[in-house]
């Protein structure tokens, strides 16, 4: 006796589908050579740049902090240096936050960092 994977294979099918909603052309319409390997590649994509979203981040609070330290006339290495020296446990998000919308708090934080 045969077995029928006709209910199985529908499903399995359906699944890398509705994955691949969105996409364009083949990618999402033609199971074995575009839209199972679409997904595949869309989801190696997705688990990279969520990583690669946070190195993003922190590169951009760094020019941030830079920027608001060189008006200060501070680089961004020796205020991180002196930073830990003052034991001031800020993460750099915090910093750059705080260098844009409270300006007087980052002052303060410079001038205790320059102390």
């Known amino acids: 006796m045969r077995v029928k994977r006709g209910n199985v294979a529908r499903q399995k099918k359906k699944k890398v589908f509705k994955r691949t909603k969105g996409f364009r052309g083949a990618g999402k319409k033609l199971f074995k050579a ?8 869309a989801g190696v994509k997705a688990y990279r ?28 290495s020796k205020f991180i240096g002196a930073l830990k020296k003052a034991n001031i446990k800020l993460d750099r998000k915090i910093l750059s936050d705080l260098a844009i919308s409270d300006n007087a708090v980052f002052q303060q934080i410079t001038a205790k960092v320059k102390a």
């Open 34 to 41: 575009s839209a199972h390997v679409r997904a595949i590649k």
């Open 49 to 76: 740049d969520r990583r690669k979203k946070k190195a993003d981040f922190r590169a951009l609070w760094i020019q941030r902090l830079s920027a608001a330290l060189a008006a200060q006339g501070l680089s961004y």
